[in-house]
């Protein structure tokens, strides 16, 4: 479900997160590995008030994965902990809990020290609508808790979830608003699915996938598609980025009377391809 956001509903999701932050000790922050910065809030510096944050790079069995390293090294030296993960099989998820300990482990040893006997870590998971909040709340409790869907204004009761012996999980997520401003960021976002095709338009979102994929990526396009090696495909040449979404669409039969090429059809079943991962691993954004 795509939620509208208007500056109402902003204020109350980011007041809702800040209400949950005094429960927790520390944050998972949910990007998608394949766009690392159009994913992320534009106010989460702010939003989590210096709360120690882990920040998940989820759906990296979609991103590049040379891409996604270089972002692991960019978060790095921006001190932050950032790890790749896929929450729809599990890949990588079992690191979390001891990335979390690593990052609470001063705060830990210090009332250790004082001869407190450490509670379990408090945790909550914040991103912006399917980005991968509900699978990997399922994941960490091995099994179905979280509804998947986004109503920032629905609350129900709270519940803390046991991850191991050591950590405690909010039930539910804090939903963020994506960083929609930029209209690049607005196309990225619709190519991987987390704005849907009824905001932008599909021809649009495809057109703005093709042409990026073309540039860094011709070679599994090209053969994901089946198209001549020649086939021109200059990113900054219109005609040719049409002309290869029309051949993609002959290809896969969207054809309207006359044997004119259904464009939006050809352009909604291109991108259902891209975001089942048909062409193969992909990143929309890198860091350097
Ligand atoms: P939420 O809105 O943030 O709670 O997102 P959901 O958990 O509902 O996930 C949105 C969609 O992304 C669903 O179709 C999930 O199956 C899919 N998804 C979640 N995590 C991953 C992942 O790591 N890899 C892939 N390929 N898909 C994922």
């Known amino acids: 479900m795509t939620i509208q956001w208007f500056p109402g509903h902003m204020t109350r ?21 394949r766009l690392p910065l159009s994913s992320r809030n ?11 944050r882990l920040i998940i790079m989820n759906k990296a069995d979609l991103a590049d994965p040379a891409v996604t390293r270089q972002w692991q090294d960019y978060f790095k030296e921006q001190g932050h902990a950032a790890f790749p993960v896929d929450a729809s099989t599990g890949t990588g998820v079992k690191e979390i809990p001891g990335q979390l300990k690593l990052l609470l482990k001063e705060k830990i040893d210090k009332q250790i020290a004082k001869g407190m006997k450490p509670r379990a870590i408090r945790a909550l998971i914040v991103g912006i609508p399917n980005v991968g909040k509900s699978t990997l709340i399922n994941r960490l409790a091995g099994r179905s808790i979280a509804a998947t869907g986004d109503r920032p204004g629905v609350t129900k009761g709270q519940q803390w979830i046991k991850v191991g012996s050591e950590i405690e999980l909010l039930d539910t997520p804090g ?14 976002l619709a190519v991987t699915g987390a704005i849907k095709e009824e905001i932008l338009n599909a021809e649009d979102i495809a057109f703005f996938a093709v042409k990026y994929l073309v540039s ?10 089946e198209l001549e090696e020649d086939t021109p495909h200059n990113p900054d040449e219109s005609d040719e980025i049409v002309a290869i979404m029309e051949a993609i669409g002959r290809k896969r039969g969207c054809l309207v009377s006359g044997g004119r090429v259904d464009l939006e059809k050809a352009s909604r079943t291109l991108l259902r391809e891209l975001r089942a991962g048909k062409m193969g691993r992909f990143s929309m954004e890198s860091p350097y």
Do not use: H
């Open 216 to 225: 860094y990526y011709w070679d599994a396009f090209r053969e994901r598609f």
């Open 42 to 52: 534009p106010m989460i510096d702010e939003i989590l008030q210096g709360k120690p």
């Open 13 to 33: 999701a980011r007041r809702q997160i800040q209400e949950k932050l005094k429960l927790i000790d520390v944050v998972i922050e949910l990007i998608d590995a």
């Open 175 to 188: 939903i963020l608003w994506p960083k929609f401003e930029d209209q690049n960021v607005g196309y990225k």
